[in-house]
């Protein structure tokens, strides 16, 4: 997300937690400008959380601008993301084979663009972020409850506190709740997610040494098996296939395509096969150096390229031809 400066140079640390009177009153959301295109708008908040809002104004909007945008019974904060324009998006018959139609406009609507002082507003309360965790964890453990509390994120207007959390078991939280809501003074929402949603909203290095994958690109989480990393000949160590957050890495998943078309260039593993020096055994293969391992009958073993193996293949069938 884009990185303001802090207005008149404050830090913003250590800012005392604001009472509900000092929270920002809601803000009209005014009406469509004389003129003015309506646009939809991707915005983007903490944790990659994103949705989807209409805009109607005289200047459009681009991309990494803040807006205030209509939130759960309030407002909210965040960056332009994608922005485009609704007349762009109709569809020319082809989406449901109805003929040419406007794409309805998202329901919830971009109020304005955030004033200065609303993004450091913004910034004090992740600030403050740290310390609801903190707080959030003590009453947890008060309550013996076995979760793990991984994210807090304030509601820009203050009237909603999300609270993420992981746990092996269903937990029952509503004792938890009624303290964090005497605690906080607001509207508490916690909700439990899995590991890998937990590693995609903190983020972090994965093995190949780059940004998650989950946090940088991939748009969903698929299931990911055990069967992906044997039909790529990978180790089944877990601790060899596994990615920050303890399960299989997403990218067993979106390269086994590329695995399963590669392979259909080799020989299967196992099979005996008529090469130049007689018939040989498939004992293994590389994918990326393409180059194959075979065993003879006598037990001597050869590792060629993929290429030559084909042309002794080639032969081998030519000459069986040329006896029969």
Known sequence: PPHPARPGGESGNGAATPSPAASPGPVASPGPAAGAAS?????????????FFAFNGAAPLTEREYVVVEADRGQDIG?????????DLACGGGCDSVGERAVPLPSRRVI?????????RLLQLRDQELEVRRRTRELAAKHRLRMKVSEAEWQWDRNKLTVYFTA?????????????????????DLRQIGVRDEARRLGGLGRCRRELCC??????????TLQLAKDQGLSLNPS????ACGRLMNCLRYE????????????????????????ENVKSWDLFEETVSLEARDGETRTIP???????????????????
């Open 39 to 51: 646009q939809v708008i991707e915005v983007q908040f903490k944790g990659l959380r994103s949705d």
């Open 215 to 224: 946090r940088s690109w991939l748009t969903s989480i698929e299931p990911v």
């Open 240 to 243: 060899q296939i596994s990615g």
């Open 79 to 87: 960056w332009v993301k994608r922005a485009a324009a609704a007349r």
């Open 306 to 324: 993929l290429a030559q193996l084909q042309d002794e293949r080639r032969e081998a069938r030519r000459a069986e031809l040329d006896r029969n």
């Open 256 to 279: 086994h395509a590329v695995y399963a078309q590669a392979r259909k260039r080799f020989p299967p593993v196992g099979r005996t096969i008529r090469t130049a020096n007689g018939r």
């Open 112 to 120: 304005r663009r955030a004033a200065p002082a609303d993004v450091l």
């Open 168 to 188: 092996e078991k269903r937990v029952d939280f509503r004792a938890l709740v009624r303290d964090m809501a005497r605690s906080f003074r607001t509207r508490i």
